[in-house]
């Protein structure tokens, strides 16, 4: 039985030269069309599929490997809908039917990561964030966790291009903790710190290699639990990265 991949190039990449060399057959389809691979890695007797790539293919493609009890490895997924139903930003979650494994930090889990550094530092922060869906679930989740308020530092929850990077770039030179989504953005007058949840090198091949290492050694679901995951398929105490920009 062959492990399925639903990933970019670099990961797939990664991902085979783990099964290769544990002598587990791979079968990679691409990123292109998730919800068809999902569908022919369950019609094609997967033992386990890793991937897809981005949170909302992840939840759409659940729709088709859960049912049929499928391992499925969310390399760098922070959506909390994906595995969860009891936090803000779960409107419409996925049905994981306990299947799911995170390989990340949830946003969730960075919210209260970001409260909690400011909290040992003794700052208070100017909460800025989109009004698009990912702002206001995030502002949510940091609201949730408690983020102190005040005037040292701006806590930044942004896409690029939008309108909430101007006004952050306005408070020059207040520096900037930001979450991953405003990479590509640059704030060329402030100091800037980026939580990010994937380990150092090219995002994602680190948490792909390490899906493969575990599907290799096992498909059942309580084992693969038992190697470091909650009863929802989230990673027990995942790191966050706390990066200069």
């Not at 068809?36 to 897809?52: D, H, K, L, Q, S």
């Amino acid at each position: 039985m062959a492990v399925h991949s639903i990933l970019p190039p670099e990961p797939t990449r990664a991902v085979d030269e783990v099964l290769s060399a544990k002598g587990v057959p791979h079968v990679a389809h691409g990123d292109h069309d998730p919800v068809g691979a999902a569908e022919r890695a369950v019609t094609g007797g997967a033992r386990a599929v890793i991937g897809p790539w981005r949170s909302r293919a992840v939840a759409e493609a659940v729709e088709v490997t859960a049912p049929a009890g499928l391992p499925l490895f969310a390399p760098v997924a922070t959506w909390v809908g994906v595995t969860r139903t009891d936090e803000p930003g779960c409107d419409d979650p996925a049905d994981p039917r306990g299947t799911v494994f995170r390989m990340v930090a949830r946003d969730a889990v960075v919210a209260e990561r970001i409260a909690q550094r400011l909290r040992d530092a003794g700052q208070g922060a100017r909460l800025i964030a989109g009004e698009h869906e990912y702002g206001v679930q995030v502002a949510s989740q940091l609201r949730m966790a408690g983020l102190p308020e005040g005037d040292d530092v701006i806590v930044l929850v942004g896409l690029p291009g939008e309108p909430e990077n101007d006004a952050a770039r306005a408070l020059a030179p207040m520096p900037i903790l930001a979450f991953d989504g405003i990479q590509g953005e640059r704030f060329p007058d402030q100091e800037v710190t980026i939580a990010l949840v994937y380990a150092p090198g090219p995002t994602g091949v680190a948490e792909a290699r390490r899906a493969a290492a575990m599907v290799a050694e096992t498909t059942d679901l309580e084992a693969l639990r038992a190697m470091g995951f909650d009863e929802h398929g989230d990673p027990l105490d995942p790191p966050v990265y706390f990066n200069r920009y």
